[in-house]
Nanobody, 123 residues
Framework: QVKLEESGGGLVQAGDSLRLFCSAS????????MGWFRQAPGKEREFVAA????????RYADFVKGRFTISRDNAKSTVNLQMNSLQSEDTAVYYC????????????????WGQGTQVSVSS
């Protein structure tokens, strides 16, 4: 079992950047494909980005392609999400999630979740 904790959220202006961090403890993070999801008030949780166990394969939601970058450092048990050119529509709670393998865009496929970190973008 792996425990996940997100950090790095905050309040920024449109056009700014933020870097989210997901730290893992317990079982080694290299055993898991990792994903970032987000949930805005009144909306369902949606896929943002995912990365394979090795870090070679990444997947992105269409609305973040070219703006967000997911990366991982298995030695440090961390997964990061670099978010550039933030827009007000990106305002949400962002969650880190883990599943054994492979990557998936479906929240229901992920067994382990962090508590989330709030990202707020003012226009």
């Amino acid at each position: 079992q792996v425990k996940l904790e997100e950090s790095g959220g905050g309040l920024v202006q449109a056009g700014d950047s933020l870097r989210l961090f997901c730290s893992a403890s317990g079982r080694t993070i290299s055993d898991y494909a990792m994903g970032w999801f987000r949930q805005a008030p009144g909306k369902e949780r949606e896929f943002v980005a995912a990365i394979s166990r090795s870090g070679i394969t990444t997947r992105y939601a269409d609305f973040v392609k070219g703006r967000f970058t997911i990366s991982r450092d298995n030695a440090k048990s961390t997964v990061n999400l670099q978010m550039n050119s933030l827009q007000s529509e990106d305002t949400a709670v962002y969650y880190c999630a883990a599943r054994p393998s492979p990557t998936s865009i479906q929240p229901s496929d992920y067994a382990y979740w962090g508590q989330g970190t709030q990202v707020s973008v003012s226009s």
